[in-house]
């Protein structure tokens, strides 16, 4: 059994008493503020949005209403409450932060999807290109919206897995499973969460899913900034690795360079008394999250 302290990042506190965190290079961290009412997304910049399932319940009905019948139809057949929960929170907070970058209702916004369910925006006379992606783990959903190129997503709860050993024999390259096991017994489950987070997103943005052979493709250099994906042509895609909140880690894939990343709360709908909610929808994520160290590749 790991503790939380050997599979966490090691923290340490400024004389300034803001929490930083001892990381590989690459490694983001999140300083996640309430956006602005004009929402500016210029090329080459991703906004990285960031909620609970606590906080998002605030406006579960709302939420709902915003949902198409194909989508209530999809959370009606999930079997547990909290992931029920959990569908309507991410897909309706996601149609609402699309509706602020589109200026238009969440309700009008339609998806088309891709061949391996890979949602995207169906375009609208006058609209912004938008590439999106979201992921759900436990109580944090988080989202990336960008114009420049496709983007990927994942987050996962950090927490033990007693068979992490095995899963990465099944779906990690050679490479991958040999530097894995360089690191002190201690320290692989975490580099473990950091390979599967970094494939995860990856798969996103290609929009193929479990379809992609993971074998073949490494995401362990350390920082691992250009990946090559042997199934995607010539073309590379910059990965890094990030801490959204205490107790979760993630990772985001773009198929540009050198992005500008924004970190958003979400603060319920756009349509929503804001002036009143922001303070109590925004400040537990703003309290609690850990403050930006970002590679030299990145800036925000």
């Known amino acids: 059994m790991y503790s939380d302290c050997l599979i966490e990042p090691r923290r ?10 001892d990381m590989e290079m690459g490694d983001l961290m999140c300083d996640w503020r309430v956006p602005p009412a004009k929402l500016d997304l210029p090329q080459n910049t991703i906004h990285l949005w960031c909620t609970t399932l606590k906080q998002a319940s605030v406006y579960k009905d709302e939420l709902r209403g915003t949902l198409t019948p194909d989508e209530r139809a999809k959370a009606a057949r999930i079997l547990f409450s909290k ?21 238009r209702a969440p309700t009008d ?6 061949a391996y369910g890979k949602p995207h925006l169906a375009p609208s006379p006058g609209s912004v290109p938008l590439h999106f992606n979201s992921s759900r783990s436990d109580e944090l959903g988080i989202f990336a919206v960008t114009q420049t190129h496709e983007v990927g997503i994942d987050v996962e709860v950090i927490k033990p897995c007693e068979d992490y050993e095995a899963i990465a024999s099944s779906f990690f390259s050679p490479s991958e499973i040999q530097a894995l096991c360089a690191f002190p017994p201690v320290r692989r489950l975490h580099t473990f969460l950091k390979y599967w987070t970094r494939k995860e997103a990856l798969s996103k943005a290609l929009g193929t899913g479990f379809m992609l052979d993971w074998t ?10 250009r990946v090559q994906v042997m199934s995607n042509g010539p073309s590379k895609w910059s990965v890094y690795s990030f801490f959204p909140a205490p107790g979760y ?20 709908m ?18 609690n999250s850990m403050h930006p160290v970002l590679s030299k590749q990145v800036t925000g």
Not at 270 to 287: C, D, K, Q, V
């Open 109 to 114: 916004l339609k998806f088309f999807y891709g």
């Open 249 to 268: 880690l993630g990772a985001l894939a773009f198929a540009g360079t050198n992005p500008t990343l924004k970190f958003w709360t979400w603060p319920g």
């Open 83 to 103: 992931d029920r929960d959990g569908f309507v929170a991410v897909r309706g907070a996601l149609r609402d932060i699309l509706g602020r970058y589109t200026n």
């Open 216 to 225: 073949t493709f490494d995401v362990s250099p350390v920082p691992p900034e």
């Open 270 to 287: 756009a349509f929503s008394n804001l002036p009143i909610r922001i303070g109590e929808i925004g400040s537990s994520i703003i309290a």
């Open 12 to 21: 340490k506190v400024r004389s300034d008493g803001r929490e930083i965190v």
